[in-house]
């Protein structure tokens, strides 16, 4: 099983946003060359990536929220910079975003949270003393998931932050 630093994670979601000049994972993808599309065909999977003749895929449920289904594209993207070489064994698929039992999975959450949200945005919210945590998500249009395995990153990176609440496996399996 492959372990990658928290500090590494972050420094590649960093040098795609710089590269590319954008957070929006559906952006990069595109100007990567990534076929990205939405599928009806699964009830329970969120979303798979996979790659054939040296293309790689992108499809994300149809039946997900525009919130979801970015969060779900910046998933699969984590999974596309950090496990390229898996992709072509087989395809990664999620039906449980927030999947703390498989490493590739939890990976793949840091890299999603660390893209989505930023560094710089959350340091100016947490000034604000009328701001609770949910307050600190909704301003943010991060889920209280997502925002978990952000915190989570700056306090791996050193940086003093409250966990207000525990990371959550199976935030998107409801």
């Given at each position: ?67 979801e289904k970015m ?88 940086q003093a932050y ?13």
């Open positions: 099983m492959i372990y990658l630093r928290n500090t590494y994670i972050y420094t590649e979601t960093k040098k795609l946003i710089k590269k590319y000049g954008t957070r929006d994972p559906f952006e990069i993808m595109d100007q990567m060359n990534i076929v990205v599309g939405e599928t009806s065909r699964y009830k329970t999977l969120k979303g798979y990536c996979f790659m054939s003749c040296k293309t790689i895929y992108v499809m994300i449920s149809s039946f997900l929220s525009e919130e969060i779900v594209a910046a998933h699969e993207l984590g999974h596309i910079i950090l496990h390229r070489s898996q992709l072509k064994m087989a395809p990664m698929q999620d039906d449980t975003l927030y999947n703390m039992t498989d490493n590739t999975e939890y990976q793949a959450n840091l890299f999603a949270a660390d893209l989505l949200i930023n560094d710089e945005e959350i340091e100016d919210m947490v000034q604000n003393e009328d701001l609770d945590y949910f307050g600190l998500c909704s301003s943010l249009n991060a889920t209280p998931e997502l925002m978990s395995f952000k915190l989570y990153s700056l306090t791996k990176r050193g409250h966990m207000p609440m525990e990371i959550q496996s199976n935030f998107l399996a409801k």
